[in-house]
């Protein structure tokens, strides 16, 4: 695998969502029942037992999230102590060891600091994005939980979601689940994702941008969206968002929910939302971080089209939204208390 050219020789303007093979990454080890302080590396190539956990059983978690270069030029995280949360809940569930909260923020600014070329300039709507990721590794056979563990957290720039402004897409539903109620869904975990393959591979293949899971047990209210929460906006302006248990806790989402309220003097609500009712919304979308928010034209369920907005303009609050969080995002609007930290270069 090539390096990645040099900053200076990369078109802002044409990035994508591929990876690349930035100059530095962090990297910790878990052993004897500890971590240690770990450090950046240049060497992305990860050497592991045959026996890792994480090849045969899955006992793997990561995290995704974004530094933003501000119009100062200096360079921000959005609320990465969230990040670093939801990592540790996910570690619980898969019963592997915490990588600690305060180190986990300090490796991401680290990363970040030692690639800081990487980050686009302001004004293209790119992004470097941070993989952090976690694995059990070592010599095993046995379904248990690995004694050893890496910890890495990698980054690599990434091209603004709507290249000529925002424009809805269409989605479909399915009738795979993604996880069960008692399952991991909330857990940002790697079975999952194996699990969304083939259901995303055919609604691709039938020309939808992702498909919409239901609820596991009825198939009857919307869970999520591919690899990000929905959200509508009813005819009363309300925003809801489902709630339930088989869903990733977004933090895009959490944020919107304050926002919805806080600043756009939306009722926001999590509930749920029944696959029957969608005439109640004026307005649909999906959010995370890698979607940030995307307009949801149609969802099609058992054959039938709902339009929502509309299939090609978005909808007035949704763009409001949108706004309001990328302009935090990017430090053009005050961000509430605590969601920005900023990475001294
Ligand atoms: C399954 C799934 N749902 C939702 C999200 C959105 O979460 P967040 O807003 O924290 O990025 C993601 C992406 O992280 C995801 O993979």
Known sequence: MAKAQPASEIDWNDLGFDYMDLPYR?????????????????????HISEGSTALHYGQADF???KAYRTKDGSIQLFRPDQNAKRMHNSCERLLMPAFPEDKFVEAVKAVVKANADYVPPYGTGGTL????????????????PAQEYIFTIFAMPVGAYYKGGMTPTNYVTSDYDRAAH???????????????LLPGDEAHKQGYSDVIYLDPV??????????ANFFGITKDDEFITPKSPSILPSITKFSL?????????????????????????????????????????SLTHHGKKHVFYSETEV???????YDTLTGIQFGDVEAPEGWIQKVEV
């Not at 009825?218 to 690899?227: A, K, L, R």
């Open 63 to 65: 995290e995704g999230l």
């Open 257 to 297: 929910l304050w926002l919805a309220e806080n600043r756009l003097g939306l009722k926001a609500t999590q509930g749920v939302v029944d696959i029957d009712d969608l005439d109640k919304f004026k307005e649909a979308g999906a959010c995370g971080t890698a979607a940030v928010i995307s307009p949801i034209g």
């Open 26 to 46: 962090f990297l910790a080890h878990y052993e004897n029942g500890k971590w240690d302080e770990g450090g950046l590396t240049e060497d992305s190539t990860l």
């Open 182 to 196: 008692k399952g991991t869904g909330q857990s940002k975990v790697g079975g999952n994702y194996a699990a969304s």
């Open 129 to 144: 994005y941070l993989r952090p990721l976690m694995i059990g590794v070592g010599g095993n056979i046995g379904v248990h």
């Open 315 to 321: 909808g007035p609050t949704i763009k409001k939204l």
């Open 218 to 227: 009825n198939h009857q209210t919307i869970e999520e969206v591919g690899s």
